[in-house]
C-alpha cells in the first residue's frame, strides 16, 4: 500500500534559519504529493502541492519539488519565522478515483526567536 | 467562505454514554471525509462519503462508531457506547472530487475527552 516516511521531530530552529524537512513516499502509480500546516488548537491547512514529477509547489517561502527519481517532497524554506512554528504533514492523494490521502506522522516545528 | 464548520469544540462525556460530532463541509463539495487524530496513531481515516453516500468505512474501528450524511450540508459521527480509549481530536475535512489533486479543507475539530 502507500506510505508516507517524514523526519521526526521536534525541530528546534532560531529564527532566520534554513527550514528542510524531509518527506519520502512509496506509492503506485503516479500521486499528488502535498504539504499541510497544522497551527495549535486548528485543523490542517493546505500549505503547498505538485501534481507531477520536477513539479515545484510554494507558498508563503516554501517550497518544495516533486522528484519522482527519488520518491521525496522534502519541505524547505531558506529563512523561518516564529509564526511559522506548527506540526506539518506531508501527504500523498493516489491516482485512480478513490480520492484517498495518506498522511505522514506529522513533524513539529518550534521557532525560538 | 466559511469553511469547514465542526461542533462542539469541545465534548467531555463519561464512559458509556452517546457522543455525537457534527459537521458542515464546504458548500459545493461533494467528497467529506472524517479524521481521529491522537498522539499514539496520528492521523486515521475513519470514514469518506462521495455525494452523500459512504465508500470507503474500513477505518471505523469498531460498530459503536456510526456516521451518517443525510444531505450535502451535514454529516455526523456516533459513538455509542463511547469507551476513555476514544478520547481524541475527531477533524471533518471537505473537498471538490475533481480527481486526485483537490487539497482537503479540515475544520477545527471536535476534542472528545471520555472520562
Known amino acids: 500500500g502507500n506510505s508516507v516516511t517524514q523526519m521526526e521531530g521536534p525541530v528546534t530552529l532560531s529564527e532566520e534559519a534554513f527550514l528542510t524537512i524531509n518527506c519520502t513516499y512509496t506509492?503506485?502509480?503516479?500521486?499528488?504529493l502535498f504539504w499541510y500546516v497544522q497551527y495549535p488548537g486548528e485543523g490542517l491547512q493546505l500549505l503547498l502541492k505538485a501534481t507531477k514529477a520536477d513539479d515545484k509547489g510554494s507558498n508563503k517561502g516554501f517550497e518544495a519539488t516533486y522528484r519522482k527519481e527519488t520518491t521525496s517532497f522534502h519541505l524547505e524554506k531558506g529563512s523561518v519565522q516564529v509564526s511559522d512554528s506548527a506540526v506539518y504533514f506531508c501527504?500523498?492523494?493516489?491516482?485512480?478515483?478513490?480520492?484517498?490521502?495518506?498522511f505522514g506522522t506529522g513533524t513539529k516545528l518550534q521557532v525560538i526567536p | 467562505d466559511a469553511g469547514v464548520i465542526q461542533s462542539p469544540r469541545h465534548e467531555v462525556t463519561e464512559m458509556g454514554q452517546e457522543v455525537t460530532l457534527r459537521c458542515k463541509p464546504i458548500s459545493g463539495h461533494n467528497s467529506l471525509f472524517w479524521y481521529r487524530q491522537t498522539m499514539m496513531r496520528g492521523l486515521e481515516l475513519l470514514i469518506y462519503f462521495n455525494n452523500n453516500v459512504p465508500i470507503d468505512d474500513s477505518g471505523m474501528p469498531e460498530d459503536r462508531f456510526s456516521a451518517k450524511m443525510p444531505n450535502a450540508s451535514f454529516s455526523t459521527l456516533k459513538i455509542q457506547p463511547s469507551e476513555p480509549r476514544d478520547s481524541a481530536v475527531y477533524f471533518c475535512?471537505?473537498?471538490?472530487?475533481?480527481?486526485?489533486?483537490?487539497?482537503?479543507?479540515f475544520g477545527n475539530g471536535t476534542r472528545l475527552t471520555v472520562t
Open positions: 501527504a500523498l492523494s493516489e491516482s485512480g478515483g478513490y480520492q484517498k490521502v495518506t
Open positions: 506509492a503506485t502509480g503516479y500521486p499528488s
Open positions: 475535512a471537505s473537498s471538490i472530487q475533481a480527481g486526485r489533486n483537490s487539497p482537503l479543507h
